[in-house]
Protein backbone atom coordinates (compact mmCIF):
# COMPACT_ATOMS: atom_id res chain seq x y z
CA UNK A 1 0.00 0.00 0.00
CA UNK A 2 2.99 2.23 0.69
CA UNK A 3 4.59 1.71 -2.96
CA UNK A 4 1.28 2.26 -4.23
CA UNK A 5 0.88 5.57 -2.64
CA UNK A 6 4.79 6.49 -3.70
CA UNK A 7 3.74 5.73 -6.87
CA UNK A 8 0.64 8.05 -6.97
CA UNK A 9 2.45 10.69 -5.33
CA UNK A 10 5.33 10.70 -8.22
CA UNK A 11 2.32 10.66 -10.82
CA UNK A 12 0.74 13.69 -9.36
CA UNK A 13 4.01 15.26 -8.60
CA UNK A 14 5.33 14.67 -12.08
CA UNK A 15 1.99 15.77 -13.73
CA UNK A 16 2.23 19.08 -11.85
CA UNK A 17 5.69 19.64 -12.92
CA UNK A 18 5.07 19.23 -16.47
CA UNK A 19 2.38 21.35 -16.42
CA UNK A 20 4.19 24.06 -14.89
CA UNK A 21 6.81 23.59 -17.43
CA UNK A 22 4.52 24.25 -20.41
CA UNK A 23 3.41 27.00 -18.67
CA UNK A 24 6.46 28.67 -17.98
CA UNK A 25 7.27 28.39 -21.77
CA UNK A 26 4.24 29.85 -22.83
CA UNK A 27 5.43 32.99 -20.30
CA UNK A 28 8.54 33.11 -21.82
CA UNK A 29 7.08 33.34 -25.45
CA UNK A 30 4.42 35.94 -24.23
CA UNK A 31 7.53 38.09 -23.06
CA UNK A 32 9.38 37.39 -26.74
CA UNK A 33 6.05 38.38 -28.76
CA UNK A 34 5.21 41.49 -26.55
CA UNK A 35 9.06 42.34 -27.00
CA UNK A 36 8.92 41.90 -30.85
CA UNK A 37 5.57 43.58 -31.18
CA UNK A 38 6.12 47.10 -30.06
CA UNK A 39 7.61 49.26 -32.33
CA UNK A 40 7.07 50.67 -35.95
CA UNK A 41 6.45 48.89 -38.90
CA UNK A 42 6.63 49.79 -42.85
CA UNK A 43 5.86 47.89 -46.07
CA UNK A 44 8.03 50.48 -48.10
CA UNK A 45 10.24 47.45 -49.42
CA UNK A 46 7.27 45.31 -50.65
CA UNK A 47 5.50 48.80 -52.08
CA UNK A 48 8.62 49.64 -53.76
CA UNK A 49 9.39 46.28 -55.51
CA UNK A 50 5.35 45.69 -57.27
CA UNK A 51 6.36 48.39 -58.90
CA UNK A 52 9.65 48.13 -59.44
CA UNK A 53 8.47 44.53 -60.81
CA UNK A 54 5.25 45.75 -62.97
CA UNK A 55 2.86 44.22 -60.47
CA UNK A 56 -0.21 45.22 -62.32
CA UNK A 57 -1.55 48.48 -60.66
CA UNK A 58 -4.53 46.82 -59.47
CA UNK A 59 -3.02 44.03 -57.14
CA UNK A 60 -0.24 46.29 -56.00
CA UNK A 61 -0.36 47.29 -51.91
CA UNK A 62 -0.78 50.72 -50.52
CA UNK A 63 1.70 51.93 -48.42
CA UNK A 64 1.20 51.31 -45.18
CA UNK A 65 3.40 52.37 -41.79
CA UNK A 66 1.86 50.76 -38.36
CA UNK A 67 2.99 51.58 -35.17
CA UNK A 68 2.13 49.47 -32.08
CA UNK A 69 3.44 50.78 -28.46
CA UNK A 70 2.57 49.59 -25.12
CA UNK A 71 0.15 51.38 -22.92
CA UNK A 72 -1.32 51.90 -19.43
CA UNK A 73 -5.19 50.78 -19.65
CA UNK A 74 -5.83 49.07 -16.60
CA UNK A 75 -9.49 49.07 -17.34
CA UNK A 76 -8.52 46.91 -20.60
CA UNK A 77 -6.07 44.86 -19.72
CA UNK A 78 -2.38 44.02 -18.12
CA UNK A 79 -0.72 43.77 -21.80
CA UNK A 80 -2.54 46.64 -23.81
CA UNK A 81 -1.15 47.79 -26.97
CA UNK A 82 -2.26 50.67 -28.67
CA UNK A 83 -1.92 50.80 -32.93
CA UNK A 84 -2.13 53.80 -34.85
CA UNK A 85 -1.42 53.54 -38.52
CA UNK A 86 -1.17 55.46 -41.92
CA UNK A 87 -1.34 55.31 -45.08
CA UNK A 88 1.10 56.62 -48.45
CA UNK A 89 3.63 57.80 -46.27
CA UNK A 90 1.58 60.61 -44.56
CA UNK A 91 1.08 60.24 -40.81
CA UNK A 92 -2.62 62.86 -41.27
CA UNK A 93 -3.69 59.68 -43.64
CA UNK A 94 -4.63 57.88 -40.35
CA UNK A 95 -6.46 54.79 -41.11
CA UNK A 96 -6.98 52.64 -38.37
CA UNK A 97 -6.72 52.71 -34.37
CA UNK A 98 -6.96 50.14 -32.01
CA UNK A 99 -6.48 48.80 -29.23
CA UNK A 100 -5.13 44.83 -28.56
CA UNK A 101 -5.55 42.99 -25.13
CA UNK A 102 -3.12 40.40 -25.16
CA UNK A 103 -3.31 37.47 -22.47
CA UNK A 104 -1.83 33.90 -22.17
CA UNK A 105 -4.08 31.38 -22.41
CA UNK A 106 -2.77 28.16 -20.92
CA UNK A 107 -5.56 26.11 -21.86
CA UNK A 108 -4.56 26.33 -25.32
CA UNK A 109 -0.98 27.04 -24.58
CA UNK A 110 -1.53 30.27 -27.09
CA UNK A 111 -1.22 33.89 -26.78
CA UNK A 112 -4.81 35.66 -26.98
CA UNK A 113 -5.01 38.59 -28.57
CA UNK A 114 -8.34 40.76 -27.80
CA UNK A 115 -8.36 43.78 -30.48
CA UNK A 116 -11.06 46.72 -29.86
CA UNK A 117 -12.50 49.70 -31.64
CA UNK A 118 -12.69 52.90 -30.48
CA UNK A 119 -16.28 54.54 -30.65
CA UNK A 120 -14.85 57.78 -31.54
CA UNK A 121 -10.96 57.80 -32.35
CA UNK A 122 -10.43 61.19 -32.97
CA UNK A 123 -9.15 62.36 -29.11
CA UNK A 124 -6.40 59.86 -29.31
CA UNK A 125 -4.49 60.24 -32.07
CA UNK A 126 -1.04 60.45 -31.74
CA UNK A 127 -1.14 58.31 -28.76
CA UNK A 128 2.09 56.29 -29.42
CA UNK A 129 3.52 59.70 -28.66
CA UNK A 130 1.71 60.85 -25.80
CA UNK A 131 -0.32 57.44 -24.15
CA UNK A 132 -1.56 59.95 -21.80
CA UNK A 133 -4.47 60.35 -23.78
CA UNK A 134 -5.23 56.83 -23.33
CA UNK A 135 -5.78 57.70 -19.34
CA UNK A 136 -9.12 56.79 -18.22
CA UNK A 137 -10.20 54.66 -21.24
CA UNK A 138 -12.81 52.24 -20.33
CA UNK A 139 -14.09 49.25 -22.54
CA UNK A 140 -17.49 51.66 -22.55
CA UNK A 141 -15.15 53.76 -24.82
CA UNK A 142 -14.33 50.57 -27.07
CA UNK A 143 -16.12 48.08 -29.14
CA UNK A 144 -15.49 44.45 -28.89
CA UNK A 145 -15.00 42.35 -31.83
CA UNK A 146 -16.21 39.38 -29.24
CA UNK A 147 -14.35 36.56 -28.20
CA UNK A 148 -15.46 34.27 -31.18
CA UNK A 149 -12.69 36.80 -33.00
CA UNK A 150 -10.18 36.47 -30.59
CA UNK A 151 -6.47 35.27 -32.46
CA UNK A 152 -4.68 32.92 -30.86
CA UNK A 153 -1.21 33.03 -31.68
CA UNK A 154 1.76 30.21 -31.37
CA UNK A 155 4.75 30.21 -31.91
CA UNK A 156 6.69 27.91 -34.65
CA UNK A 157 10.78 28.26 -34.57
CA UNK A 158 11.29 32.14 -35.22
CA UNK A 159 8.24 33.31 -35.60
CA UNK A 160 4.74 33.70 -33.98
CA UNK A 161 1.59 33.12 -36.03
CA UNK A 162 -2.06 33.59 -35.77
CA UNK A 163 -5.48 33.34 -37.80
CA UNK A 164 -9.15 34.59 -37.27
CA UNK A 165 -11.58 32.04 -38.13
CA UNK A 166 -14.21 33.62 -40.48
CA UNK A 167 -16.53 30.85 -39.91
CA UNK A 168 -16.78 31.89 -36.47
CA UNK A 169 -15.74 35.67 -36.05
CA UNK A 170 -19.59 36.97 -37.07
CA UNK A 171 -20.05 40.62 -36.70
CA UNK A 172 -22.67 43.35 -37.66
CA UNK A 173 -21.35 45.64 -41.06
CA UNK A 174 -22.04 49.29 -40.15
CA UNK A 175 -23.61 49.17 -43.69
CA UNK A 176 -26.60 46.66 -42.49
CA UNK A 177 -25.95 42.80 -42.83
CA UNK A 178 -22.99 40.90 -41.03
CA UNK A 179 -19.66 40.51 -41.87
CA UNK A 180 -17.90 36.98 -41.65
CA UNK A 181 -13.98 38.00 -40.89
CA UNK A 182 -11.13 36.55 -41.55
CA UNK A 183 -7.40 37.33 -40.26
CA UNK A 184 -3.91 35.86 -40.51
CA UNK A 185 -0.83 37.31 -39.10
CA UNK A 186 2.92 36.55 -38.95
CA UNK A 187 5.43 38.29 -36.41
CA UNK A 188 8.99 37.77 -36.34
CA UNK A 189 11.74 39.79 -34.74
CA UNK A 190 12.40 42.07 -37.71
CA UNK A 191 8.51 42.24 -39.68
CA UNK A 192 4.93 42.00 -39.57
CA UNK A 193 2.85 40.21 -42.19
CA UNK A 194 -0.77 40.59 -42.05
CA UNK A 195 -4.07 40.47 -44.37
CA UNK A 196 -7.69 40.53 -43.18
CA UNK A 197 -10.52 40.27 -45.63
CA UNK A 198 -14.37 40.70 -44.89
CA UNK A 199 -16.96 38.49 -46.61
CA UNK A 200 -20.97 39.22 -46.31
CA UNK A 201 -23.26 35.69 -46.14
CA UNK A 202 -23.84 35.78 -50.17
CA UNK A 203 -19.99 35.12 -50.64
CA UNK A 204 -19.17 39.21 -51.91
CA UNK A 205 -16.24 40.88 -50.54
CA UNK A 206 -15.78 44.16 -48.60
CA UNK A 207 -12.31 44.38 -48.24
CA UNK A 208 -10.12 41.92 -49.19
CA UNK A 209 -10.28 38.04 -51.12
CA UNK A 210 -10.39 34.50 -50.71
CA UNK A 211 -6.72 34.52 -51.14
CA UNK A 212 -4.46 35.55 -48.05
CA UNK A 213 -2.13 38.15 -50.14
CA UNK A 214 -0.24 39.54 -47.33
CA UNK A 215 0.88 42.76 -46.51
CA UNK A 216 4.52 42.54 -46.12
CA UNK A 217 6.00 45.08 -43.12
CA UNK A 218 9.42 45.19 -41.58
CA UNK A 219 10.18 46.76 -38.61
CA UNK A 220 11.90 50.02 -38.67
CA UNK A 221 14.74 51.07 -36.84
CA UNK A 222 15.36 54.65 -35.76
CA UNK A 223 18.12 56.86 -36.49
CA UNK A 224 18.98 60.62 -35.30
CA UNK A 225 20.00 62.92 -38.36
CA UNK A 226 21.43 66.13 -39.42
CA UNK A 227 21.24 67.86 -42.54
CA UNK A 228 22.42 70.55 -44.35
CA UNK A 229 21.71 72.66 -47.43
CA UNK A 230 24.06 75.29 -48.91
CA UNK A 231 22.71 78.44 -48.72
CA UNK A 232 24.74 81.63 -50.07
CA UNK A 233 22.44 84.13 -48.47
CA UNK A 234 23.24 83.07 -44.88
CA UNK A 235 26.14 84.04 -43.19
CA UNK A 236 27.15 80.01 -42.21
CA UNK A 237 26.92 79.92 -45.76
CA UNK A 238 23.98 76.79 -44.74
CA UNK A 239 21.09 76.31 -43.74
CA UNK A 240 21.20 73.67 -41.12
CA UNK A 241 19.19 71.34 -38.83
CA UNK A 242 20.24 68.78 -36.01
CA UNK A 243 18.62 65.90 -33.87
CA UNK A 244 16.21 64.61 -36.86
CA UNK A 245 14.00 61.28 -35.94
CA UNK A 246 13.65 59.52 -39.40
CA UNK A 247 13.22 55.49 -39.74
CA UNK A 248 14.80 53.12 -41.83
CA UNK A 249 11.59 52.02 -44.06
CA UNK A 250 11.45 54.73 -46.21
CA UNK A 251 11.09 57.55 -43.35
CA UNK A 252 11.72 61.35 -44.94
CA UNK A 253 13.03 64.07 -43.48
CA UNK A 254 12.40 67.51 -45.25
CA UNK A 255 13.61 71.12 -45.02
CA UNK A 256 13.29 74.18 -46.84
CA UNK A 257 16.32 76.65 -48.40
CA UNK A 258 15.67 80.00 -47.27
CA UNK A 259 15.73 83.46 -48.96
CA UNK A 260 14.92 84.55 -52.49
CA UNK A 261 15.28 81.26 -54.37
CA UNK A 262 14.25 78.39 -51.91
CA UNK A 263 13.86 74.99 -52.42
CA UNK A 264 12.11 72.19 -50.68
CA UNK A 265 15.34 69.41 -50.15
CA UNK A 266 15.51 66.16 -48.21
CA UNK A 267 16.74 62.75 -47.49
CA UNK A 268 15.23 59.08 -47.35
CA UNK A 269 16.68 56.02 -45.61
CA UNK A 270 15.93 52.14 -46.72
CA UNK A 271 17.03 49.59 -45.52
CA UNK A 272 16.45 47.64 -48.83
CA UNK A 273 16.27 44.01 -49.25
CA UNK A 274 15.90 42.78 -52.78
CA UNK A 275 12.64 39.87 -53.04
CA UNK A 276 14.99 38.53 -55.89
CA UNK A 277 18.15 38.29 -57.81
CA UNK A 278 21.38 38.13 -56.12
CA UNK A 279 21.32 42.01 -54.89
CA UNK A 280 22.67 42.32 -51.55
CA UNK A 281 20.78 44.17 -49.07
CA UNK A 282 21.81 47.02 -48.02
CA UNK A 283 21.51 50.90 -45.93
CA UNK A 284 20.50 53.02 -48.77
CA UNK A 285 20.60 57.04 -47.80
CA UNK A 286 18.65 59.16 -50.98
CA UNK A 287 18.75 63.24 -51.81
CA UNK A 288 15.49 64.49 -52.70
CA UNK A 289 14.61 67.80 -54.43
CA UNK A 290 10.70 68.48 -54.11
CA UNK A 291 8.80 68.01 -57.45
CA UNK A 292 11.51 65.17 -58.31
CA UNK A 293 10.04 62.03 -58.61
CA UNK A 294 13.43 60.41 -58.54
CA UNK A 295 16.39 60.83 -56.02
CA UNK A 296 19.29 63.25 -56.95
CA UNK A 297 21.78 61.32 -55.76
CA UNK A 298 22.55 58.38 -53.03
CA UNK A 299 24.50 56.64 -50.73
CA UNK A 300 24.83 53.28 -49.20
CA UNK A 301 26.48 50.90 -46.36
CA UNK A 302 25.92 47.49 -44.95
CA UNK A 303 22.19 46.30 -44.30
CA UNK A 304 22.43 46.59 -40.27
CA UNK A 305 24.36 49.36 -40.41
CA UNK A 306 24.60 52.34 -37.58
CA UNK A 307 26.13 54.89 -39.41
CA UNK A 308 25.18 56.37 -42.88
CA UNK A 309 25.70 59.84 -44.31
CA UNK A 310 26.13 61.53 -48.10
CA UNK A 311 27.98 64.51 -49.32
CA UNK A 312 27.08 66.38 -52.36
CA UNK A 313 28.47 69.52 -51.30
CA UNK A 314 25.05 71.24 -52.06
CA UNK A 315 23.18 69.22 -49.53
CA UNK A 316 24.78 66.69 -46.63
CA UNK A 317 23.64 64.45 -44.03
CA UNK A 318 24.61 62.42 -41.23
CA UNK A 319 22.45 59.55 -39.60
CA UNK A 320 23.32 57.26 -36.27
CA UNK A 321 21.48 54.33 -35.17
CA UNK A 322 19.62 55.29 -32.01
CA UNK A 323 20.37 52.64 -29.60
Known sequence: MKKLAIFLSTLVIGSSASAQTANDILDRDFREMMGWL?????????????????VPEEERKTRIHMTFKKVDVPAIGENVYYLE?????????????????????????????????????????????DPSKLEGVTRDDMTALGANCNALWTRSAGEFSATIDPEKCVIESRRGGSLHISGYFVLTPTSY????????????????????????????????????????????????????????????????KTGSNPERMGIRIRNVQWPYGRGQDSLVIYALKEGQEKAVSYAWSEYDAKLIGINLRWLQSGCTLNQ
Open 38 to 54: EGEFDNSEQYYFEEEMS
Open 85 to 129: QYTENNPENIGRQRLFSFTPDYDNHAIRMEALVFKDAAPYVGAQF
Open 193 to 256: WTYESGRRSDGTYTFGGPTADYLKLNKARTFTCWMGVQNDEMESGWNFAANQTIHDQGGEIWMT
